[in-house]
């Protein structure tokens, strides 16, 4: 199954123009986690990202664990809100990508082979919170309108794993994703029409196609010892501001790595920013 890693540059230099593009340790060990236990267990993944992406991994060495590297997105994420839609980078490269396909953060590992069968599978559903998924009432768009029977009762999908099995519907999906965030109003509720346009048209529009779906964990379980998959999420922050566990962190990738992929650690050996304090 060919999955897919993204990583756009947009959101950064729309805060920081002048700024020099970087990811830490503990997101470049997880990058690479990720794409090997996928390439170990599931098939290959690709990288989709822009110029200074590619530039970026070039720079620190780990293009290699991805099976390819392609710098297909736009600067400027063709023109959508980078700020607003800090995510929005996944929806244009999931539209260029064949399905069926995994879409998988780079936050994400799975540790394990899937039998994923021919369903839509998401990482997990998420609660209609109405402070990060309010009524549609509150959302100011230009020109574009809601298709009917949508329900909006449906809970929405968490995406940080996404398994599309049919390429007519992710074309359907990414296709009103993206008229949805080129519609919005500028302003400072990001967090909403973000998870609106990714995690919750998602659902809606697959029940309204009569599309079934599954989910990997079980939201009510969902901080519960597994083995399965691991997913930093909130962690990452965590991580930034406790720098002995960013250290642990590392310590705990670098000796999966090498039990793991032993082939690899040559290459990753010879990767600085791994070894910066």
Same mark, same amino acid.
């Given at each position: ?8 540059s947009a959101p ?79 929806? =244009? +490269?999931? *539209? ?5 396909? %995994?879409? @998988? !953060? ?98 809606? =529009? +697959?029940? *309204? ?5 599954? %989910?990997? @964990? !079980? ?23 406790d720098k002995r ?33």
């Amino acid at each position: 199954m060919n999955a897919l890693h993204i990583f756009s540059s947009a959101p950064f230099f729309a805060k920081e123009p002048e700024g020099k593009l970087s990811i830490d340790k503990t997101e470049a060990y997880c990058t690479v986690l990720s794409a090997l236990t996928w390439r170990k267990h599931n098939g290959d993944i690709y990288m989709y990202t822009d110029p200074e992406g590619e530039r970026l991994f070039e720079k620190i060495g780990i293009t290699d664990v991805w099976n390819g590297v392609r710098a297909i997105l736009s600067p400027d994420l063709d023109g959508i809100d980078p700020i607003m839609f800090w995510a929005g980078a996944k929806l =244009l +490269a999931l *539209k260029n990508f064949p399905a069926p396909c %995994v879409m @998988l !953060d780079t936050d994400f590992i799975v540790w394990e082979k899937l039998d994923l069968g021919d369903r839509l599978t998401a990482a997990h559903e998420e609660e209609l919170n109405p402070d990060i998924y309010p009524d549609i009432s509150r959302f100011v768009l230009n020109g574009y309108s809601f298709p009917e029977g949508l329900d909006f009762t449906v809970k929405p999908l968490n995406t940080a794993f996404l398994y599309l099995p049919d390429e007519d519907f992710k074309l359907y999906y990414t296709s009103q994703a993206e008229m949805f965030m080129r519609s919005a109003q500028r302003c400072d509720d990001y967090l909403t029409y973000m998870v609106f346009a990714e995690q919750r048209l998602l659902p809606m =529009l +697959a029940k *309204k196609c009569g599309i079934e779906y599954n %989910v990997l @964990l !079980d939201n009510n379980t969902l901080f519960f010892p597994q083995q399965k998959f691991t997913h930093l999420w909130g962690a990452k922050q965590a991580m930034r501001d406790d720098k002995r566990q960013a250290e642990r962190f590392c310590e705990k990738c670098r000796s999966r790595i090498r039990s793991d992929f032993p082939d690899m650690l040559k290459l990753i050996d010879s990767i600085e920013l791994f070894y910066q304090k």
